[in-house]
């Protein structure tokens, strides 16, 4: 089992970054494809991010295409996701996942782990 604990979300302003990090355990996530996904209230979830366990593959969704940055620390088991020029649209949880096989998924049957979330509020 691999366990994800997310962090870094909080309430920024229109314009402000955050670094949101995911701390994997349980087992060693180096081979696992890891993503993010948010969830904004009434909403469904989306993906946001995502990035091959080799880290030589990424995808982004247009709506954060140039603003977010999806990283993996494989020696530390940690994935971050570092987004910037935040809009009050991306007010959402913010979801952590792993899916054993190594590749990229944009759908979230396509994962098999997933953590708690991280609230992220943008203020206009």
């Known amino acids: 089992q691999v366990q994800l604990v997310e962090s870094g979300g909080g309430l920024v302003q229109a314009g402000g970054s955050l670094r949101l990090s995911c701390a994997a355990s349980?087992?060693?996530?180096?081979?696992?494809?890891m993503g993010w996904f948010r969830q904004a209230p009434g909403k469904e979830r989306e993906c946001v991010a995502a990035?091959?366990?080799?880290?030589?593959?990424?995808y982004y969704a247009d709506f954060v295409k140039g603003r977010f940055t999806i990283s993996r620390d494989n020696a530390n088991n940690m994935v971050y996701l570092q987004m910037n020029s935040l809009k009050p649209e991306d007010t959402a949880v913010y979801y952590c996942t792993a899916r054993r096989s190594g590749g990229i998924r944009t759908t979230s049957d396509g994962y098999d782990y997933w953590g708690q979330g991280t609230q992220v509020t943008v203020s206009s």
């Open positions: 349980g087992r060693t996530v180096s081979n696992y494809g």
């Open positions: 990035i091959r366990g080799s880290g030589g593959g990424t």
